[in-house]
Nanobody
Framework: QVQLVESGGGLVQPGGSLRLSCAASGSIFSINVMGWFRQAPGKQRDTVATITSGGAANYADSVKGRFTISRDNARNTVYLQMNNLKPEDTAVYYC?????????WGQGTQVTVSS
């Protein structure tokens, strides 16, 4: 079955940028929706951005205008470009995919925004 692996996290200063990648071990062409989620310690997991097989994207209000989700079916990879990062963006970021439900999840990658 398809496995997802996130990469690209790290420590950045406020106002900086990071590009997260979600690599799948199989084709994501047939996966209707891919998404990025994040969870800070002691808090609930929140949806950051989603993208359909047709390329329609949706974003949480907190990241609109700063983050961009994209999907490359040929490379079986989903990306999250994060610009103008803020300390409140600090969290573990997870990639997930599915049809009616998010059935496939990655291990997560840490993003820390601090001066």
């Amino acid at each position: 079955q398809v496995q997802l692996v996130e990469s690209g996290g790290g420590l950045v200063q406020p106002g900086g940028s990071l590009r997260l990648s979600c690599a799948a071990s199989g084709s994501i062409f047939s996966i209707n929706v891919m998404g990025w989620f994040r969870q800070a310690p002691g808090k609930q997991r929140d949806t950051v951005a989603t993208i359909t097989s047709g390329g329609a994207a949706n974003y949480a209000d907190s990241v609109k205008g700063r983050f961009t989700i994209s999907r490359d079916n040929a490379r079986n990879t989903v990306y999250l470009q994060m610009n103008n990062l803020k300390p409140e963006d600090t969290a573990v970021y997870y990639c997930a995919g599915g049809g009616r439900r998010y059935d496939i999840w990655g291990q997560g990658t840490q993003v820390t925004v601090s001066s």
